[in-house]
């Protein structure tokens, strides 16, 4: 049996996809290599097809009306030649496996050929029908590998392209060789820029050291990749030199030249704020600012644990605002709140850093003094009062009333010692002292706890009003 040979297709390319026969079109303009391809091809001729083109032009117009498998291509044709014969038609039909026939036989031609687009390459007088069959196939196999592998690509380069997430690739070398948009919006290099420049560019300076240490451990693990949730948080560094809080996945991949290295990065800035704000929420009193409750109460229990452990001087006050209902009853509750918040603003501007005070509730408020013995608390107490009876609080226009008027306080002052069991019991006496304060007239301070002299105290009279 012969495998007919002519310009036009054979078969159609219907009926050869549907008899699952191989659709060959032999690009060659001489007669004699055209009938030794044919000949060559015989013993499958049931199971393939072939077309024949005698020019480029001939080729490109089959291929446009007709499908096809593969081509066997001559570089040597009327309206072409050499290495542009295959360039010219793998633009046409990039999809489209080429298998070259060539009378000359030279190793580096042939490197450049499968450089330009074809599959393979066959020796016109070397190649027999058993070869040319086999290469027919490979080409087909391997074209069908080359566009998946392309699609691939194309789809990873898809996913990699719309990830909000910033993705990026490095080298063994941890030179970045991928970067995707994500990445340039969170870092603010252009891909072009950062492309073949060290990773370290987008770390701070002060982590470099421990981050290259990192990596090598990581390189020599037997783990291949570390995920955001099994890692800490790190900070990249933008190209504005602005420093960012970040989460990052890792993982490495073992290739002919060494390690590769994918990074995911997110971008932690704003759920650190929200959870930031979170815990203000959760811990602050929302009126004064002041530490809530809750909070003030789990600060007061660290520094007693302080304090059992190196016996530092520990002192707690209990104040609130004298005569609060009726400021609030005369003058409304708008008012009320100003007191707060100015007493809030004194305490603040009076005590240090390492002094805790919370809002307990309504008028109530409670100060921690670590590393303070009593005598030093009485003092802080009665600077409190003082400054506080000369605090004005605003009336407001449309509150009732208008200008301003003056607040005192009453201070319960205590010491923490080794042998109360929480916080708790400190306040308590503290709290006695404040109403000892209270029932002692207002606007003074007593201390617990047998404090060495006579208790700080003021006059106290009624709530002044001043225009």
Not at 4 to 25: F, H, N, V, W, Y
Not at 164 to 184: G, P, S, W
Not at 225 to 231: G, H, K, L, Y
Not at 322 to 349: P, Q, W
Request: proline share 4%; hydrophobic share 40%; charged share 30%.
């Amino acid at each position: 049996m012969s495998i007919a040979l002519s310009r036009k297709p054979l078969l159609s390319s219907t009926s050869d996809r549907e008899d699952g026969r191989t659709a060959i079109l032999l690009v060659e303009d001489d007669d004699a290599d055209a009938r030794l391809v044919t000949r060559s091809l015989t013993p499958y001729a049931r199971r393939a097809s072939v077309a024949r083109a005698t020019s480029l032009k001939e080729a490109r117009a089959w291929l446009h009306r007709n499908a096809c498998d593969v081509v066997l291509l001559d570089l040597s044709l009327p309206d072409s030649f050499g290495l542009e014969t295959v360039t010219r038609l793998h633009a046409d039909a990039p999809s489209l496996p080429l298998v070259v026939l060539t009378g000359y036989d030279d190793e580096d031609f042939a490197l450049d050929i499968l450089a330009h687009g074809a599959q393979d390459y066959l020796v016109k007088g070397q190649t027999d029908g058993p070869l040319m069959w086999r290469a027919v196939q490979h080409a087909m196999a391997r074209k069908r590998l080359e566009e998946e592998l392309r699609l691939s690509e194309e789809r990873l380069q898809g996913i990699i392209g719309l990830a909000q997430d910033a993705i990026l690739t490095t080298d063994a070398n941890l030179n970045i060789t991928l970067f995707n948009r994500a990445a340039e919006s969170l870092f603010g290099y252009d891909a072009d820029d950062i492309l073949g420049r060290p990773l370290s560019l987008l770390i701070p300076e002060r982590f470099r050291p421990d981050h290259d240490a990192h990596i090598a451990d990581f390189s020599v693990s037997e783990l291949q990749a570390r995920v955001m949730t099994n890692r800490r948080e790190v900070l990249g560094l933008t190209a504005d030199g602005q420093e960012f809080p970040a989460e990052v996945s890792i993982a490495k991949l073992h290739h002919a030249h060494g390690l590769l290295f994918t990074a995911v990065i997110r971008d932690v800035s704003e759920r650190k704020r929200v959870e930031s704000e979170l815990r203000r929420m959760a811990t602050t009193d929302p009126l004064t600012g002041l530490n809530n409750r809750r909070r003030f109460l789990e600060l007061a229990e660290v520094e007693m644990a302080r304090l059992r452990r190196y016996g530092r001087a520990v002192s707690v006050l209990m104040l609130d605002i004298d005569r609060f209902k009726a400021i609030n009853d005369t003058h409304g509750h708008a008012v009320g709140d100003h007191a707060l918040v100015r007493l809030a603003e004194v305490c603040r501007d009076e005590l240090r850093d390492t002094d805790h005070i919370g809002r307990l509730g309504g008028e109530e408020f409670a100060i921690i003094l670590p590393e303070t013995p009593l005598a030093s608390a009485a003092e802080v107490a009665e600077r409190l009062r003082q400054r506080l009876a000369l605090a004005e609080v605003p009336i407001v226009p449309g509150d009732r009333g208008h200008g301003s008027l003056r607040m005192t306080v009453s201070i319960g002052v205590a010491m923490c010692g080794d042998e109360d069991s929480s916080i708790e019991r400190a306040l308590g006496r503290a709290d006695r002292a404040l109403y000892e304060a209270k029932a002692a007239g207002r606007n003074r301070i007593v201390v617990s706890d047998g404090y060495p002299g006579p208790a700080f105290a003021s006059a106290s009279g009624p709530i002044s009003m001043a225009s």
